[in-house]
């Protein structure tokens, strides 16, 4: 995990002209390196990628839309979901996707820093799926460059910065609407914390 010994001050990084606002929080992010021959293979159809490393998302439909062809359609959803878990659990795949759990991140909309269990060279691909505690709970799959990778301590992993690639707009605002939400927590939350500290002096 990173601590406030090892996240460096970061300024805003620049995309298309744009200067993104960052912002430290904790996430759950998963992981998984991909292959320029599988990057190459569905580079233009990431979802591909996506539904290989972490499998089909499944899609809840209100339940007055439901129908049998529809309840079959997430019956089928459920169960290559469940073949998915238990081929990575018995894969000796050493490229399997990896979970960092609910980690320290800095992230913007043009990348994220994060800290991963194995180092990663600079130009590798990952595939990465991201949770945005929005006002509803947001999975976002997206594909990274690496950028920079930084052994933090034996057992503290790797300090790993990616840029996001191929996001689309409304990809973009999404996370960056996601920043400023928690910026505005963070700072709601430190004017708390110093008007109790005035009441009490």
Known sequence: MIDSHHAPKVKGAKANRREYARVDDLLRVDYRKISPEEYVRHQDNPEGIF??????????????????????????QANQKMDRILEILESRDADRYVSAGTEYVNISGSGMRFTADRSFSVGDIIALKIFLPLISSTWMTVLGRVVSSTKLSPKDGYLTGIHFMGLSEDEREVIIRYVFKRQRE????????????????
């Open 51 to 76: 539904n290989r490393v972490f499998g089909e998302p499944l899609k809840t439909p209100e339940v007055e839309e439901i129908d049998l062809e529809l309840l079959y359609k997430l019956i089928y």
């Open 186 to 201: 963070l700072l709601r939350l430190t004017s708390d914390i110093k008007d109790r500290g005035s009441e009490d002096a």
